[in-house]
């Protein structure tokens, strides 16, 4: 009997997960076997749910696009799909300065497509919004082979104002990076292909929605774009491990080095151990992917790439405690005001199964790319400064009924200008020099989670092709 193909994956994220579940439900029609290392001990990389007296908190993603569909699919494939569950809908709101304003309806990352809330709302001056209509008239600002920082993208179709007043705080949202940084094409491209075909983001995204329709629920309300689960993301991970093989799963393991001999890999762990595997699929952040793989001189860009340091800060308090005139899902908070966090989600108004009844669940986000000093201090200071944000806005008395500080230290990989022709040049040098080592995870093509099943499973189904 033919020798079984070993594989490994480094990382146990929701990368490494997804892969180790593809080679699962391969390994009863291929000759493969794999091993799942990770570092801590539990699966699930910035997954992580605490549930206590009813509350059900995120530490760290707290939902996923509903319409990037594969962590649905898998969802449905390991039996959690009668437990997803989409947000609730409702207002959302820029913080500029100490006033909140309404986010103008129509407006997709911050991108007007509907003109009457546009003109009609009080967040930009009569002069920044007609020089946002100037994004009918501007030709071109980038080719299609070109790649520019999303700040100069937006600031030359759409002007200052609206970028830093209502497009950054959005999109550092979701990279928490500097846009003025951030590559177009590796974040938003189809901005990209919106302009070159329409000559206008505007006129692109108008043509764009008017040929869709939003999914609504059985009562005819608007579904939320997100989906979670309801007991947590974490117990997604759960179910996608209790389907894999249970001596494959290695936690708590720290690997110093990989290294090709002959058609093989040898991985070498802290303790001096040495397995060697055929193939090996390595899902952890850039950085440490790099130090793996130190033996090899094509890993600069890993080496040098940036990844940012942000903080969530979950607050629970009695309701009585929490008086919020504004009826809606949270805020973002524009770049030009001077308050520590950068957002804050009224949790338990967006998310309804988060919070048990006569209670509330407020979950505020501090640091920024090139300015995280907030998240080195202490639990209390960084509480103390959230609750003085959060008194500007809302009337809180007394102290919260409890805490969560959780610290992403050097956790969001940046994807700055360059990013796709670097990552492609790198993976060029990979197929060339290192046959049989597939590189995937956040640091790549996505840092969402859908993104990285995307990637996890591309991985091993390129693995199960070669064999």
């Not at 997960?17 to 990389?45: N, P």
């Not at 590796?186 to 919106?194: E, I, S, V």
């Not at 249970?246 to 070498?268: E, L, M, N, W």
Request: with cysteine; hydrophobic share 40%.
């Amino acid at each position: 009997m033919q020798n079984k193909k070993r594989v490994a994956i480094i990382g146990g994220g929701m990368t490494g997960l997804a892969a180790a579940y593809k080679l699962e439900q391969a390994k009863v029609h291929q000759d493969i076997t794999y091993d799942l290392f990770e570092q801590s001990d539990r699966l699930g990389g910035k997954i992580e749910t605490i549930v206590r007296d009813g509350f059900v908190i995120e530490r760290g993603p707290d939902s996923f696009l509903a319409r990037k569909q594969s962590m649905s699919r898998l969802a449905k494939e390991v039996g959690l799909e009668d437990e997803l569950l989409s947000n609730d809908t409702g207002q959302a709101y820029i913080l500029k300065e100490d006033t909140l304003y309404p986010m103008p309806s129509g407006a997709v990352m911050g991108i007007p497509t509907e003109l009457k809330p546009f003109a009609t709302t009080n967040l930009f001056s009569p002069l920044g919004k007609l020089r946002a209509l100037g994004d009918f008239f501007i030709p071109p600002v980038v080719g299609r082979d070109e790649d520019i920082s999303l700040g100069h993208f937006f600031r030359k179709r759409l002007g200052n104002e609206v970028v830093d007043d209502l497009i950054e705080p959005l999109l550092s949202g979701i990279y928490a990076g500097n846009l003025d940084k951030l590559s177009l094409k590796a974040t938003f491209p189809q901005f990209q292909q919106l302009e070159a075909k329409h000559g206008s983001l505007i006129k692109g995204l108008q043509a764009t929605r008017g040929s869709q329709t939003q999914a609504k629920d059985a009562n005819g309300k608007k579904k939320g774009m997100f989906l979670t689960f309801r007991r947590g993301l974490q117990s997604f991970v759960e179910a996608i491990e209790a389907k894999l093989d249970t001596g494959s799963i290695h936690k708590g393991v720290s690997i110093t080095s990989i290294q090709k001999v002959a058609d093989a890999y040898r991985v070498t762990f802290d303790t001096g151990k040495v397995e060697t595997y055929n193939q090996v699929i390595i899902t952890t952040p850039p950085h440490i992917t790099a130090g793996l793989l130190r033996s090899y001189d094509f890993f600069s860009y890993f080496k040098e790439m940036q990844a940012s340091t942000v903080a969530t800060v979950a607050l629970g308090f009695e309701q009585s405690a929490v008086s919020n005139p504004y009826e809606g899902t949270g805020f973002v908070v524009s770049k030009k005001s001077s308050f520590d966090i950068t957002a804050c989600t009224w949790t338990h108004k967006k998310w309804r199964h988060s919070t048990p009844s006569g209670h509330a669940l407020l979950r505020s986000y501090v640091g920024r790319a090139g300015d995280s000093a907030i998240v080195y201090q202490s639990d209390e200071e960084i509480v103390a400064a959230v609750m003085k944000d959060l008194k500007t806005i809302m009337d809180i008395s007394g102290e919260p009924l409890f805490y969560e500080v959780t610290r992403w230290k050097k956790s969001m990989p940046q994807y700055e200008v360059g990013h796709t022709f670097k990552i492609a040049k790198m993976r060029e040098d990979v197929a060339r020099h290192l046959p049989g080592i597939h590189i995937a995870g956040a640091g790549l093509d996505g840092v969402g989670l859908p993104d990285c099943i995307d990637q996890g499973e591309r991985a091993a189904e390129r693995i199960l092709h070669s064999i």
